[in-house]
């Protein structure tokens, strides 16, 4: 019975290496498989989350370069390293870099950022701005001593909407084309910012109003009114 | 390599050179974030107020939500000493907005600033001293 097992499995060098060698083989062929199967589905997923991704992307947002469907274009500024994940560069106005957010919160943004200076953001109910849109009134920095600095208007505007109409605070008007949803501006004297939508009503923002209302000094740390 | 595999004591002390730096870099990752500044404010929220200031802290961006609806402005103030402090950037948006005011500058000392456009409401504030915006 001890010399059974070698009988029936005898084991000699020889054959001990075959076998060694057919099972390396084996393995290789299993490994190799495995891998084709890991790329196949990496591929079969990537391929699902893209046509999900256009498909959601087209039911939720009425502003094309949330769909993707903007010029593309390539950062060309050290600020886009400030840019949130997932957000896409949609223009590119002299020094300043203007993208385009969907978030997870179901909210449309647009985020400028100017390479040396500052920056900001605004966000709102993506429903809410794919029908009407949204304007953000930021700059900055101010005087040392306080104060508030330039004065800078990014707007993400739904499709139909090509420009949008600027009036400084002595009457003068101009217009600045859309491009890819969006349009940033800075003007120091600037009094209101209008765009007509596509249902034809007109939406206004009052810029001097927003910042007139800021104070030239915070209040004290920690405190609230 | 045979000669490695063929000596469990180096193996082993292998593994637990790996597992000390592997253990060295774990603490390093959880002990950096206690110097990242991500505050909320105001301390009574929540709570109706037309506008808040954040306690002073190490900041480059102030993020604010009026979560009643209306509008609302964000800015980053820094404390340049003797009751003077510089506006380094704000952000306003109109209806029920979300604004985030960057400053991009290395972070300073100054406090975060938030008030609606237009009347009172539930007011949240968040200043941090991250790179990114938003």
């Not at chain 1, 590119?92 to 920056?119: K, Y």
């Not at chain 2, 972070?107 to 609606?116: A, D, L, Q, S």
Request: glycine share 12%; charged share 15%.
């Amino acid at each position: 019975m001890k010399g059974g097992m070698r009988e029936m499995f005898p084991i000699d060098s020889t054959s001990s290496k075959q076998a060694l060698g057919r099972r390396a083989v084996a393995a290789a062929i299993v490994v190799a498989l495995a891998v084709a199967g890991m790329l196949v589905a990496t591929a079969l997923a990537s391929t699902s989350t893209h046509k999900s991704s256009t498909s959601r992307s087209a039911k939720v947002s009425d502003i094309a370069v949330l769909r993707g469907h903007g010029s593309a274009l390539r950062a060309r500024k050290a600020a886009t390293a400030f840019a949130p994940a997932g957000s896409v560069l949609a223009a590119v106005f002299g020094e300043t870099e203007v993208f385009a957010l969907h978030n997870s919160g179901n909210e449309d943004c647009v985020i400028h950022l100017t390479a040396g200076a500052g920056g900001g953001s605004i966000c709102g109910a993506a429903a809410k701005v794919e029908a009407e849109g949204e304007v953000a009134v930021g700059g900055g920095p101010g005087p040392v001593s306080g104060g508030i600095g330039s004065v800078r208007v990014s707007a993400l505007v739904p499709d139909g909407v090509s420009s949008l109409t600027f009036t400084d605070r002595d009457g003068t008007k101009y217009v600045i084309a859309v491009t890819n949803n969006v349009v940033e501006h800075e003007d120091a004297n600037l009094a209101s910012v209008s765009y007509a939508l596509p249902s034809g009503a007109i939406k206004t923002t009052n810029v001097a109003a927003v910042v007139d209302q800021l104070p030239t000094q915070p209040g004290a740390p920690g405190s609230s009114s | 390599m045979a000669a490695i595999l063929s000596r469990p004591g180096r193996v082993r002390q292998l593994l637990l050179g790996v597992a000390v730096a592997a253990a060295c870099a774990t603490a390093g990752a959880v002990a950096a974030p206690a110097l990242a500044t991500n505050e909320y404010f105001p301390s009574c929220y929540p709570c109706i107020s037309s506008s808040d200031n954040a306690p002073e802290n190490w900041i480059t961006n102030v993020q604010a939500i009026n979560h009643s609806g209306g509008g609302i402005c964000a800015t980053v103030w820094k404390n340049n000493g003797g009751g003077n402090y510089q506006e380094m950037a704000y952000e306003c948006g109109s209806g029920g907005e979300t604004a985030t005011a960057c400053s991009y500058s290395a972070e300073f000392v100054g406090h975060g600033y938030i008030k609606t456009e237009t009347s009172a409401g539930y007011l949240r504030g968040r200043q941090d001293n991250y790179k990114s915006c938003g």
